[in-house]
């Protein structure tokens, strides 16, 4: 029951922050469909990784903070 608690806690929390985001009221209900059951792990893992692309490329400020955490472990 507590972990069910937790975890309803934690998806109102990552909505508000979410629509907050978006530029809507923080206690915008957003609708989220089902995850079906055939997507396919390498079809997510292709879909993260073009996105982490497309972030490389507009945001060089991560590319910094990347390289950053990079020289700090050498």
């Known amino acids: 029951e507590l972990t069910l608690q937790q975890a ?3 998806l109102a929390s990552l ?5 907050t ?3 809507l ?3 915008t209900q957003l609708p989220l ?3 079906s059951t055939n997507v ?3 079809q997510i893992n292709q879909n993260i990784n ?4 497309i972030a ?15 020289s700090s472990q050498a």
């Open 50 to 53: 073009h996105f982490l692309l």
């Open 40 to 42: 396919a792990a390498q």
């Open 8 to 10: 309803q806690g934690q």
């Open 21 to 23: 985001q978006l530029g």
């Open 25 to 27: 009221p923080v206690q």
């Open 56 to 70: 490389q490329r507009n945001r060089p400020d991560l590319l910094a903070a990347a390289a950053q955490i990079k």
């Open 33 to 35: 469909a089902p995850l």
């Open 15 to 19: 909505n508000g922050q979410l629509a």
